[in-house]
């Protein structure tokens, strides 16, 4: 996790010096996170990269791959890979 969120914050800089800003013009950032357990290694590169005041407002989604639905109006099971779940996360 922590080498896939250096390499995510590498692409996003290089994207906005293209563009001529920098991650300091960063004022909203979702995370998508599969694996909840590595949440703290994200924090840490994120923490790192962006620093620590003033942060951007952030939003965390929690993924959750799951193989099956079930469809209560049709009282039947939708084939599906991914369902997530949300929470909103704010700087401390």
Known sequence: MRA???QVFRNI???LE?????????VQLTAYIRDMPQ???YREVRERV??????????LVRSVVCHEVFDT???ER??????????????S
Do not use: H, Y
């Not at 293209?18 to 960063?26: M, Y």
């Open 4 to 6: 896939q969120a250096e």
């Open 13 to 15: 800089q290089t994207a």
């Open 18 to 26: 293209s563009r001529g800003a920098t991650l300091a013009d960063i």
């Open 39 to 41: 949440l703290a290694a």
């Open 50 to 59: 962006l620093g620590t005041n003033p942060r951007p407002a952030s939003s």
């Open 73 to 75: 109006s049709r009282k």
């Open 78 to 91: 939708l084939p599906t890979r991914l369902a997530s779940t949300s929470l909103l996360c704010r700087p």
